[in-house]
């Protein structure tokens, strides 16, 4: 098979730096817990990064009199942005350096934890960030790294990678260290609960992809088996309730430790085609990373079904406790559950911003990432992920691939 080489990379990578698990708090009051920590482990001058949204609304006002209230020496870095740059990169990076911080406090989404990883690393390294990008590149510890996510779905808290922007090539540049973990991580539901329905919808099926992928990955493991299987129980059970009452706080920490364990699993196991497709979509027109995954799952679903039947058989017979033993059926069944989960959370079937003159570039740079970096289960040819963009741009989920 083309991908053999990656496979073997990735089954090493993951045997020889095994990622851990940060430790954990859950709940109204976790950030606090997760501020607590940091002080009693020593570090008084944290650079909180987030966005501006989350500063300007007061939702960080708390915690910031909390670390103040234990003599903390403060600094808030609010320049993060949807799918981030090394400029921004650059720019909490200086905000680190100038203010002598000692540890990096990330409060956000995918976006603001990822820009966190990389500031961290390159407040210690000597590195360019330009240097830093790729596999083990990290050469000295992080700042002590702690972080609270407010969307659920990126697994930004568990991974072991950061996904950075080129500021003139625009194009997704990746980080992966197992230094990357955070020490430990916070689900507050109080910032939880705020999180818009739509956007509960995209980051929440952003981890049912994480999941997927994981689970149908050629370098899976027992352990990640487990963790996905089960991210994709509590994403079906609980992410139609988190986004029609998003008050619901167990709905809203269940949807978060799915993300946690969905983020786990693909952090070892790896991920697949519909990263590799979204990546390329939101690098050309700044379409949200969750939405393009969620909008692209289906049909790499469809077009997996031939070599991972028995694979979403056996998540089919998970959510339905289904006593059936006809693998197709049970497949099929799986996929329709997945279109249906999209649906219910108002996920829509196209993407209208894609044109088709970019298919052939998007093409070309979504099988190069997967060639180089997934143990993907069926290898795609560049008019089949053609094929997948057209779908997307036409609203057709229902492909059939030989």
Sequence with gaps: MLHAPIRIALR???TFYTPQKPLT??????????????VTNGQRRPLIVTDSFLLQNGMLDDLITFLKGRSCHVTTFDGII?????AVVEAGLKASRDNKCDAVFAVGGGS???????????STSRKSLKKLTGTLKVDAPLLPFYVVPTTSGTGSEVTNAAVISDTETHKKKFFVDPKYIPIAAAFDTGLLKSLPAPMTAA???????????AYTSRNRFDDTDRDAAMAIKLLFEYLPIAYENGH?????????????????SFTKASLGYVHAISHQISAHYKTPHGLANAVILPRVLRFNKKTCAARFAQLEQILTASASNDT????EQFISRVDALADRVGIPASLTDLQSKDFGVISSDALAEARSSYAVPRVMRRSQVTRV??????GNRDLTFS
């Design 12 to 14: 090493a990578l993951s």
């Design 25 to 38: 708090f859950s709940g109204p009051d976790a950030a606090r817990k997760l501020a607590d920590l940091m």
């Design 82 to 86: 949807p799918n981030p740059t090394f």
């Design 112 to 122: 603001a934890i990822d820009a966190a990883k990389v500031i961290a690393a390159a």
């Design 203 to 213: 980051t929440g099926m952003d981890a049912s992809t994480h999941a997927i992928e």
């Design 248 to 264: 619901d706080e167990q709905a809203r920490e269940m949807v978060a430790l799915a993300s946690f364990l969905a983020g786990f």
């Design 328 to 331: 197709d059926l049970l497949a």
């Design 389 to 394: 963009l057209q779908s997307v741009l036409a």
